[in-house]
């Protein structure tokens, strides 16, 4: 066939760009749980997040050893020699040393200083870290439920360009039949529907090439890896009261309870400003062997209890500073509250307006595809038949694209809602 119908019907199969050029390497599939496992495993902003987690609870353990007692052994020994008497210094034990014949000195101590009473600073060190560590766990959760739906978004962008494509190229291949039984009078028709098809086919290409991409940007895998995913465009209707919707965004939000705790660090910032001017108890006890000479003999021991009275100047403007940004935190409390709840309403009216429209599609779509399966068993194999496809394959086109739109509709609300479950029930 020599026609210029024929030659656009050519391209339409022979205009495949880079992506044949990658089809002799292996395929690697996917299916969503897949992607999910892939997406979290690989993602470097949740690994971060997770290293977070690690660094809070070492800072637990570090509050924890304040409860403990100093303990320590220390020996030294000392050449001198000596006019007058003197002490060493407390690096080396502050012992006394007379002038002697004997040059040299040798020591030997036992030491332990326990914290009786700090005004309340390491329980509330400890408190500190311990929001600080849930604050880390609440950001983990929030990194991966985003990660969660940018993955969702990405894998169904890249289905839906996949099956773009599959039905642009099924309608093409009717291209063959019907431009044998098209008059010179319906030439320019025919042209025209099928550059149409060529421009529809380059871009299903285009868009299936470009979601790709994103796809595995999405899993941080390396760009130029073939892929594809298994799925289809499935979906249900969901009804969930958006009242219940913002009670639980209210509870299950990470980021909100990530600044409930940071409600509660600001709140023992203030405590630990505070105990700044609050008197300390201190407990010491210390035993030690000295002489000139080996064994040692001479002993020593002291147990002491010390009060300290601190005297703190900056104490009050440290106080309001700490006051200050307690009050900071409310209002960024109170905004992102807001923000959430205006996530949840914009998530729940986006699913309620693509569940209309989906349904509305499907009905119009399903009325096409009848109407074209009698026009075929009419025997009608020519321009009409071409003509009809291409309306079939619009209502195709926009029946799969508002599915799309309905199932990332509902992960977004997930996502704002704070669930890593479906909505079916509640999370």
């Not at 311990?130 to 880390?136: D, E, G, I, P």
């Not at 929030?142 to 978004?153: M, N, P, Q």
Request: proline content about 4%; some cysteine; aromatic content about 8%.
């Amino acid at each position: 066939m020599s026609s210029p119908l024929r030659r656009a019907a050519l391209a339409v199969f022979l205009s495949i760009p880079a992506a044949a050029a990658s089809a002799e390497l292996p395929t690697e599939t996917y299916a969503l749980d897949d992607a999910l496992l892939m997406a979290t495993r690989n993602s470097a902003a949740l690994q971060s997040a997770e290293q977070d987690i690690t660094i809070a609870q070492q800072r637990v353990k570090e509050a924890v050893s304040l409860f403990y007692p100093d303990v320590g052994l220390q020996a030294s020994a000392t050449r001198f020699e000596a006019r007058y008497p003197f002490a060493l210094r407390p690096e080396f034990g502050s012992n006394i040393l007379y002038p002697s014949a004997r040059k040299e000195f040798y020591s030997g101590q036992g030491y332990l200083t326990l914290s009786l009473y700090e005004g309340r600073r390491h329980i509330n060190t400890l408190r500190l870290a311990r929001a600080s560590l849930k604050q880390a766990q609440s950001k983990f959760e929030a990194a991966k439920l985003d990660i969660i739906v940018e993955t969702k978004r990405a894998f169904y962008r890249l289905i839906l360009a996949q099956e773009l494509l599959a039905a642009t190229e099924a309608v093409a291949g009717r291209l063959e039949e019907i431009a044998d039984r098209s008059d010179a009078a319906q030439t320019l028709e025919a042209e025209s529907l099928a550059a149409d098809l060529r421009a529809a086919s380059a871009d299903a290409r285009h868009r299936l090439e470009q979601s790709r991409l994103d796809f595995l940007m999405r899993l941080n895998r390396e760009l130029d890896t073939a892929v594809r995913v298994e799925g289809r465009l499935e979906t249900e209707p969901l009804d969930v009261d958006l009242r219940k919707l913002v009670v639980w965004a209210t509870e299950l939000r990470p980021e909100l309870q990530s600044e409930t705790y940071r409600a509660q660090m600001d709140a023992i910032s203030v405590n630990l400003a505070l105990g700044r001017r609050t008197p300390s108890i201190l407990l010491g006890v210390d035993y030690g062997v000295v002489d000139s000479e080996f064994p040692l003999r001479q002993n020593n021991w002291d147990a002491s209890v010390a009060v300290r009275i601190p005297f703190s100047f900056g104490f009050w403007p440290q106080h309001r500073q700490k006051l200050a940004e307690q009050r900071q935190g409310e209002i960024k409390r109170a905004e992102l509250r807001d923000q959430v709840h205006l996530e949840v309403r914009k998530a729940h009216q986006d699913l309620r307006y693509w569940q209309g429209e989906w349904t509305r599609r499907e009905g119009e779509l399903r009325r096409m595809q009848e109407l074209f399966q009698k026009l075929q068993s009419n025997g009608i194999a020519s321009l009409a038949g071409l003509r009809a496809a291409t309306r079939v394959l619009a209502a195709n086109k926009r029946c799969l694209e508002a599915r799309q739109e309905h199932i990332l509709a509902r992960a977004q609300l997930e996502r704002a809602v704070g669930s890593a479950r479906p909505l079916n029930g509640e999370p």
